[in-house]
């Protein structure tokens, strides 16, 4: 990985963390907003983790388009991913998936995989919020690397 996306990947992942207190409220020590941002932060680290695992990414952020968010049965937010490989090979995507409220706090982020798109293909998933997310939700691409 080149030092430029190493310091994309950095910064994104400051940005996360920083982003994790305003989500919550100051309700005490072991309130739902301090479950919820130790929920946001755990979230969040394990998809940082990810990322840095994957090794020769390049940012694919352009080559990903999301759909609406929705509910599925169990009331978790959802939001179809579609990647586009314009390489000329089979490659596959992680694509960090951000919800946010209208106020743009950060509510969850999920990581989600598209293996071995073939060259010129496009293939679809669907990102599932670790948790119920109540009120309006936005879906965002965090990063996106194909790989």
């Given at each position: 990985?080149?030092?430029?996306w190493?310091?994309?990947?950095?910064?994104?992942?400051?940005?996360?963390?920083?982003?994790?207190?305003?989500?919550?409220?100051?309700?005490?020590?072991?309130?739902?907003?301090?479950?919820?941002?130790?929920?946001?932060?755990?979230?969040?680290?394990?998809?940082?983790d990810?990322?840095h695992?994957?090794?020769?990414?390049?940012?694919?952020?352009?080559?990903v388009?999301?759909?609406?968010?929705?509910?599925?049965?169990?009331?978790?937010?959802?939001v179809?991913?579609?990647a586009?490989?314009?390489?000329?090979?089979?490659?596959?995507?992680a694509?960090?998936?951000?919800?946010?409220?209208p106020?743009?706090?950060?509510?969850?982020t999920?990581?989600?995989?598209?293996?071995?798109?073939?060259?010129?293909?496009s293939?679809?998933?669907?990102?599932?919020?670790?948790?119920?997310?109540?009120?309006?939700?936005?879906?965002?691409?965090?990063?996106?690397?194909?790989?």
């Open positions: 990985m080149n030092t430029r190493k310091r994309c990947l950095a910064a994104a992942g400051l940005a996360a963390a920083l982003a994790v207190p305003a989500a919550g409220c100051s309700d005490g020590e072991g309130g739902p907003s301090d479950v919820a941002s130790r929920a946001i932060a755990s979230a969040t680290a394990a998809v940082d990810k990322l695992e994957i090794k020769g990414g390049v940012n694919a952020k352009d080559q388009t999301l759909g609406a968010p929705d509910r599925d049965a169990d009331g978790r937010t959802t179809v991913i579609t586009r490989n314009t390489a000329g090979s089979p490659k596959s995507f694509v960090q998936i951000i919800y946010r409220d106020g743009g706090n950060l509510l969850d999920v990581l989600v995989t598209l293996p071995d798109i073939p060259a010129g293909s293939a679809k998933a669907t990102a599932r919020s670790n948790r119920d997310l109540s009120g309006d939700v936005r879906a965002e691409t965090g990063t996106a690397l194909r790989y």
